[in-house]
């Protein structure tokens, strides 16, 4: 799964920096995760790290992009390459 911010969002700007994949970015009105980003920090942390400092618990998991564990590390690798390939 992917993560999801909701409606809650305070725009509080503490996520955005947290996320090692640039996942999430300034929607129109709140913070928005993209899914095709969000690993939910596998394979940089154990647990995802936006939801770790977010004051007001905005950040469940996304029920619309359900992914394995599997899933998320396939998705790290993905993007670390993608990113070894740019630099």
Known sequence: ????????CINCDVC???CPND??????EIY??????????VGHFDEPQCQ???????????PAWRES???LQAKY????????VVS
């Open 1 to 8: 799964m992917a993560l999801l911010i909701t409606d809650e």
């Open 16 to 18: 955005e920096p947290e």
């Open 23 to 28: 996942a999430i970015y300034m929607g129109q």
């Open 32 to 41: 928005e995760i993209d899914p095709t980003k969000c690993t939910e920090c």
């Open 52 to 62: 770790q400092v977010c004051p007001v618990e905005c950040i469940p998991f996304n």
């Open 69 to 71: 564990k599997e899933e």
């Open 77 to 84: 690798e993905r993007l670390q390459a993608e990113l070894k």
